[in-house]
């Protein structure tokens, strides 16, 4: 009989955890995180598990989740879709391994495949005769919601098995298992789509795979980029392997798409050693995963050991260290970073979270602020994972007091008092201000890190105290910096001083590229940098560009200034009235890119700006000199936009900067000072391509970027689109689009070996 104040325990968990279902599941309120909540669960279970007369009928463990929706039709699985128990340690995975020895024969030595533990949502597939029949949802466990349809949709899901000519024969009947999950970079892309339509972000991957997977119309399913993982089988008629390891590649046979990071493991001990690495890895994998699943190999001793409630026992989830916590939000202050992007940051109560403590946590922008309805004094979830910056996750609802205020965001820079601004169609607030002592700093702080200009000794101490001490205002100070400089400061000893002084003249010898991406330009990143500095090769092309594409740019507006005049004065200012101004407004990014290979160009400007074309139609020679100044001012941002991978938001942003005088007499200033703006002569290897224009698609054996150096240093261009003046297009694996059109245009296609051959 356990002691009576276990019996409360057991009590008070139960009535709670309850609660928390209620709150959770009925209310959408909850008000403490998963992980916090699977601690509570976890305490009731060792309680039951010690004390099995607790167990009550009615307790929250003997319940199994259901996932059922109302309207759509139900599927019966051919054998219960089990959930795991769970280890939180290397202690509690040692006694699941004690206890399942004490139910087998002596001297059994259990060997275990070791999986990520998936963070999507469980799918149930069954093949006839090797044709996908249906598919469902776990639902409650014994039948599921019949999503086949949209299921059908996924590309990682075979619709018949083997799904190549491999020789291998499918079994008669076979229902597998598996998770449906977004990649991040794909969830990542759902949202960019998501901010392009002007829409909500989605916050939660599962939620959103959940919700993409119970639509009625398989349409909007196919449209989200959902990926599925197999794992087990559920049920099959047929001979299949009797060790776990074989059973991954009896799957594989099949066509199943396989997680790729299985492990096999002799003993415990051998699991328990890799388990520090598989968390380090968590956040380098391309899916999200909350623990790793662990199973005996031996299918036989599996099903020997049966089952511990609704938990099979040959199978157990790891599951790492929550990464969420919840605590209170007691201030917001804002901060601006090097481009001026403000971000406004929570002031928390002090909170443990994944092993340190956390006292504030970026809340992303102020439209975010009011869509998650975060306010002052609420009690927030915070999540922290990996490299990433701890940030808000969202308000605790259910906490609420009633003495919450709401965060309104600031309408001046809190560091030079510069009226803020929000660009069009911008979700973040800027200052900008370049001059702005924070930017400033911030930039500088940058421009000197490991990765941009790297010198070495100049951390952002030495730059606050020679900004504070005024010794330098921006960048290009620095390479003007000599020992007088130093005088008077504390903690610069002569020889810390000489040091200091060779990073900064070795940094004026960085390549270009290094010096690009030192610039912080707004999404120019080392890789981006490395193509600028490869396609434009000195600074001077790059600020030569700029200032034809704002002439052009200008040219443009001013022939749009009539048609712009109309918009503003238009009375019905519809949706599609401002989309078509925005579009006027900003021809760079929002019409240039749509016209880039356009033959009909007037034809379609009237339909891309059709409300307020029509509210009072140019005449014909008007409409055409339009078009001439756009095909201008495309003809003269090419060399950008051709680029590969750059956006038209990027190569607006790379204009603005180049264009930008401030910054131009920065680069002018470093320039004097003896800083590279060169890139060095790339090595010729042949001129077999000269003046013949290449636009590459699909697979090649070899990163892209090797191909085009290859057909660059032999004096060929490479150009992003195809058009009647490529000369090839090199096709390989999964060619796309690109080869239609240039079938279409009579273009020759050829292989990566053919190019290959003519160098
Ligand atoms: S095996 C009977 N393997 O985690 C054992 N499950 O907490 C079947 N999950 O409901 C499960 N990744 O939906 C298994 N590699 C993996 C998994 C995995 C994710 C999910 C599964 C299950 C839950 C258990």
């Not at 800027?430 to 100049?458: K, T, Y």
């Not at 200012?573 to 900003?586: S, V």
């Not at 938001?649 to 000072?673: C, E, G, N, P, T």
């Amino acid at each position: 009989m356990p002691e009576a104040a276990i019996i409360t325990r057991a009590e008070q968990l139960r009535t709670e955890i309850q609660q928390h279902l209620y709150r959770y599941h009925v209310l959408g309120a909850p008000i403490i995180t998963d992980g916090e909540y699977d601690a509570l669960f976890r305490e009731l279970v060792e309680i039951e598990e010690t004390y099995p007369d607790l167990r009550t009928p009615d307790s929250p463990t003997q319940r199994t989740g259901s996932d059922l929706s109302e309207d759509l039709p139900k599927v019966p699985h051919p054998a219960p879709i089990l959930s795991l128990s769970n280890a939180f340690s290397t202690e509690d995975l040692q006694q699941w391994e004690t206890r399942n020895l004490k139910l087998l024969p002596a001297n059994i030595q259990l060997d275990y495949v070791l999986e990520p533990k998936l963070d999507g949502l469980t799918i149930v597939i069954t093949y006839s005769n090797g044709i996908l029949t249906t598919a469902a949802t776990r639902g409650n466990g014994e039948v599921g919601d019949d999503v086949t349809a949209n299921i059908r949709t996924i590309p990682t899901v075979p619709l018949r098995i083997p799904a190549t000519d491999n020789g291998k024969t499918a079994p008669k009947q076979l229902t597998v298992r598996g998770e449906v999950l977004f990649l991040k970079t794909d969830f990542e892309r759902v949202n960019q789509e998501q901010a392009a339509k002007g829409l909500p972000a989605y916050v939660n991957a599962r939620n959103t795979a959940s919700g993409s997977l119970k639509q009625k119309d398989s349409r909007i399913t196919a449209s989200r980029p959902l990926t599925t993982y197999i794992y087990d089988i559920v049920a099959v008629d047929g001979a299949v392997p009797d060790k776990e390891w074989d059973i991954l590649a009896f799957l594989r046979d099949m066509g199943f798409h396989l997680i790729p990071d299985a492990a096999y493991f002799n003993n415990l001990s051998q699991v328990m050693d890799a388990l520090s690495s598989w968390e380090a890895r968590r956040h380098n994998l391309p899916f999200e995963i909350d623990g790793v699943v662990l199973k005996i190999n031996d299918v036989a001793i599996r099903q020997e050991l049966g089952f511990a409630g609704k938990d099979p026992r040959g199978a157990t989830a790891y599951k790492f260290p929550s990464e969420e916590a919840t605590t209170k939000l007691l201030g917001v202050t804002v901060n601006i970073g090097r481009t001026g992007k403000v971000t406004p940051t929570a002031q928390l109560e002090p909170v443990f979270v994944s092993g340190v403590t956390v006292s504030n946590a970026s809340l992303h922008n102020y439209d975010l602020i009011q869509q998650m309805d975060i306010r002052l004094g609420d009690t927030v979830i915070i999540k922290r994972s990996g490299e990433v910056i701890p940030y808000v996750v969202g308000p605790v609802e259910g906490a609420r007091t009633g003495e919450e205020q709401p965060i309104l965001p600031p309408e001046k820079c809190p560091h030079c008092d510069t009226a803020l601004i929000k660009p069009a169609g911008a979700v973040d607030l800027f200052c900008p201000n370049p001059r702005c002592p924070e930017r400033v700093f911030r930039s500088l702080e940058f421009f000197v890190s490991r990765g941009a200009m790297d010198i070495e000794g100049m951390g952002p101490q030495t730059i606050a105290i020679l900004i504070e001490q005024k010794r330098i205002q921006d960048e290009a100070d620095i390479f003007y910096l000599t020992a007088q400089h130093f005088e008077g400061l504390e903690g610069f000893a002569e020889k810390k001083i000489l040091n200091l002084l060779d990073s900064i003249q070795a940094a004026k010898e960085r390549p270009l590229a290094q010096l690009l991406t030192s610039l912080g330009i707004d999404g120019v990143g080392s890789t981006v940098s490395g193509v600028l500095a490869d396609r434009f090769r000195t600074i001077d092309a790059l600020l030569e560009l700029a200032v034809q594409v704002k002439q052009a740019e200008a040219a443009f507006l001013q022939e749009a200034q009539p048609l712009i005049q109309t918009g503003t004065s238009l009375l019905e200012q519809t949706p599609e009235a401002q989309k078509a101004q925005l579009r006027l407004q900003n021809p760079l990014v929002e019409l240039a890119p749509r016209y880039m290979d356009s033959q009909d160009v007037p034809k379609k400007l009237e339909r891309l700006l059709k409300p307020i074309w029509e509210a009072a139609p140019p005449t014909a020679p008007t409409a055409q000199t339009l078009a001439a100044a756009l095909a201008h001012l495309i003809d003269v941002a090419k060399p950008l936009m051709q680029i590969e991978g750059l956006g038209s938001v990027l190569v607006s942003s790379i204009i603005a900067w180049f264009a930008d005088d401030y910054q131009r007499s920065l680069l002018h200033k470093m320039r004097q000072a003896g800083v590279n703006m060169q890139a060095a002569e790339s090595i010729k290897a042949g001129n077999a391509l000269e003046g013949l224009t290449f636009v590459i698609t699909g697979t090649m054996s070899v990163p892209r970027e090797q191909i085009e150096a290859l057909i660059e240093t032999h004096g060929g261009k490479v150009s992003g689109s195809v058009s009647k003046k490529t000369s090839y297009v090199v096709a390989g694996e999964a060619a796309g689009s690109k080869l239609e059109k240039a079938q279409s245009l009579g273009i020759k296609v050829i292989s990566e070996a053919d190019l290959r051959a003519m160098v």
